[in-house]
């Protein structure tokens, strides 16, 4: 069985440029979430998908970030401007069903905002 | 708010001991998970715990839930270098009127096992 796809593994930009990130669930899973991981702390849930709609975005700073996942299968979160506290890894998890499986992580895309 | 505290943060151990890796969360929760991370790499899913009194086991690790001390415990059992990772665990909000698998990390306990 194929794992959360991301891309790209690495981006690197300056502050106040624009970015998008790319996933790509495990088929079949229902449930899309957006963690951000910064150096030397746990994931934080940023947005949280159920098919196409959107469960929970109470942490997403939504100034800045936004999520979408059309069709209920890929998801993209861009950030626009980027500041310097957004370097961080980008996370991507999905599960089969809300609440109820464990979250498969993809393998992050790392940002460094200069 | 709920708070997820992990101990040690940082562990160095030599191959062959014991040690127990201690996970502490602020409210009521039924549902915790471990996880481990290598360096540059996503987490990896170990154990999820889903009532009190849960144990479950794989290999060198053991997991277990206190949902009462609202403590769950990671321990480790003759350790060899390739248990070297950082260790999560994460508290389903849901109980805590969080939605369903919102689920809050604590900060990791670095493992480093040494020959």
């Known amino acids: 069985e194929a794992g959360v796809a991301q891309s790209p593994r690495y981006k690197i930009i300056e502050k106040r440029q624009s970015v998008a990130f790319w996933c790509n669930p495990i088929?079949?899973?229902?449930?899309l979430y957006w963690y951000q991981q910064i150096l030397g702390q746990g994931p934080k849930l940023l947005i949280q998908?159920?098919?196409?709609?959107?469960?929970?975005d109470s942490q997403l700073p939504k100034d800045r970030f936004s999520a979408e996942r059309l069709k209920g299968v890929d998801s993209t979160l861009k950030i626009q401007p980027a500041k310097l506290e957004d370097s961080a890894v980008y996370l991507c998890?999905?599960?089969?069903?809300?609440?109820?499986?464990?979250?498969?992580f993809g393998p992050g895309t790392r940002l460094l905002v200069l | 708010e709920l708070k997820v505290e992990q101990n040690p943060l940082f562990l160095s151990m030599q191959e062959g001991k014991n040690y127990t890796i201690y996970c502490n969360y602020s409210?009521?929760?039924?549902?915790l998970y471990w996880y481990r991370q290598d360096p540059g790499k996503s987490l990896e899913s170990l154990f999820v715990?889903?009532?009190?009194?849960a144990v479950k086991q794989e290999g060198r690790l053991m997991a277990s839930l206190d949902t009462k001390a609202r403590l769950s415990t990671l321990h480790i059992t003759a350790a060899v270098h390739d248990l070297s990772a950082t260790y999560f665990c994460?508290?389903?909000?849901?109980?805590?009127?969080?939605?369903?698998?919102?689920?809050?990390f604590g900060k990791g306990t670095k493992l480093s096992v040494k020959p």
């Open positions: 994460a508290v389903d909000t849901t109980f805590y009127g969080g939605s369903q698998g919102n689920l809050i």
């Open positions: 088929s079949g899973h229902a449930t």
């Open positions: 998890a999905s599960s089969l069903v809300r609440g109820q499986e464990t979250q498969y």
């Open positions: 715990l889903l009532s009190n009194g």
């Open positions: 998908f159920q098919n196409n709609g959107v469960v929970d």
């Open positions: 409210t009521t929760s039924d549902r």
